[in-house]
T-cell receptor, first 110, second 112 residues
Framework: DAGITQSPRYKITETGRQVTLMCHQT?????MFWYRQDLGHGLRLIYY???????DKGEVPDGYVVSRSKTENFPLTLESATRSQTSVYFC?????????FGPGTRLTVT | GQQLNQSPQSMFIQEGEDVSMNCTSS?????WLWYKQDPGEGPVLLIA?????ELTSNGRLTAQFGTTRKDSFLNISASIPSDVGIYFC????????????FGSGTKLNVKP
């Protein structure tokens, strides 16, 4: 029972490159979320999805793109990475008020 | 931005001691969740509370939904070294469980 997984766990990329972070859940949860966690800001919602092909912006969506063609996958793409996007990214899923988080991806943009 | 205030921000305790932390808001919440985050890992759900006054336990952890619905408390009894981590409170905005508020966390350190 894998639950929710994220890949890669660590990524270093250069400014201006496109990078995609993957999230996969095995619970068939309807809702999926992307957060970023930074010192001094806590967890901030980037995008969320209520179902396949339904996505909406969160608190800090600029510079990010999401898609959800299948219920179990919710990739997050940084179209042109910037240093300010250096962060730890968490994916979460839920079917109720209880959100379950993945292990995170630590992204460094140089 | 965050609307949940957690205190204390950090704690240094001796193994075996009991721990109390709380989370307050200026707004009413209908659900309170408590998470623990270990270094380098994602937050793990510990306890979920759904009713004002509710008291729920998970092993050595006990959480309460405050009667004013503006606060919640988490207690850890007989702390052990593996309790080290950051504890977050969280809750949805109104009945929209797509949009959560998270507290800034209480960092717990346990000395063996």
């Amino acid at each position: 029972d894998a639950g929710i997984t994220q890949s890669p766990r660590y990524k270093i990329t250069e400014t201006g490159r496109q990078v995609t972070l993957m999230c996969h859940q095995t619970w068939s949860h309807s809702y999926m979320f992307w957060y970023r966690q930074d010192l001094g800001h806590g967890l901030r919602l980037i995008y969320y999805s209520a179902a396949a092909d339904i996505t909406d912006k969160g608190e800090v969506p600029d510079g990010y793109v999401v898609s959800r063609s299948k219920t179990e996958n919710f990739p997050l793409t940084l179209e042109s990475a910037t240093r300010s996007q250096t962060s730890v990214y968490f994916c979460a899923s839920s079917d109720s008020y209880e959100q379950y988080f993945g292990p995170g991806t630590r992204l460094t943009v140089t | 931005g965050q609307q949940l205030n957690q205190s204390p921000q950090s704690m240094f305790i001796q193994e075996g001691e009991d721990v109390s932390m709380n989370c307050t808001s200026s707004s009413i919440f209908n659900t309170w969740l408590w998470y623990k985050q270990d270094p380098g890992e994602g937050p793990v759900l510990l306890i979920a509370l759904y009713k004002a006054g509710e008291l729920t336990s998970n092993g050595r952890l006990t959480a309460q939904f405050g009667t004013t619905r503006k606060d919640s408390f988490l207690n850890i009894s007989a702390s052990i070294p593996s309790d080290v981590g950051i504890y977050f409170c969280a809750g949805p905005r109104y009945y929209n469980f797509n949009k959560f508020y998270f507290g800034s966390g209480t960092k717990l350190n346990v000395k063996p």
